[in-house]
């Protein structure tokens, strides 16, 4: 079966940064767009990123300006730069497929903590 695997979590202090990443483990089709959600504890998943086939990007208000998303079109990779953290910004970061019209994938997601 094939997975998003995400990497690049872990624990950083306020205004540093951190790259996340998310590799499929067998190709994936009818991938319409890539995208990088995030969940704090209480809340709901919301959007940070996100980057659709033809290479447009949306972004969170929240991260606007900071976090850039980008992909690797050879590899499928794709890549979350995140500058300038927050401790808000401390949650699960999950990589999404999205993909039409076959369901889309999760992946398990990886953990950015933020210290102040």
């Known amino acids: 079966q094939v997975q998003l695997v995400e990497s690049g979590g872990g624990l950083v202090q306020a205004g540093g940064s951190l790259r996340l990443s998310c590799a499929s483990t067998a190709h994936l089709r009818s991938v319409v767009a890539m995208g990088w959600y995030r969940q704090a504890p209480g809340n709901q998943r919301e959007l940070v990123a996100r980057?659709?086939?033809?290479?447009?990007?949306d972004y969170g208000d929240s991260v606007k300006g900071r976090f850039t998303i980008s992909r690797d079109t050879a590899t499928g990779t794709v890549y979350l730069q995140m500058n300038s953290l927050k401790p808000e910004d401390t949650a699960v970061y999950f990589c999404?497929?999205?993909?039409?019209?076959?369901?889309?994938?999760w992946g398990q997601g990886t953990q950015v903590t933020v210290s102040s």
């Open positions: 980057i659709d086939s033809g290479g447009r990007q």
């Open positions: 999404k497929a999205h993909r039409a019209p076959l369901p889309d994938y």
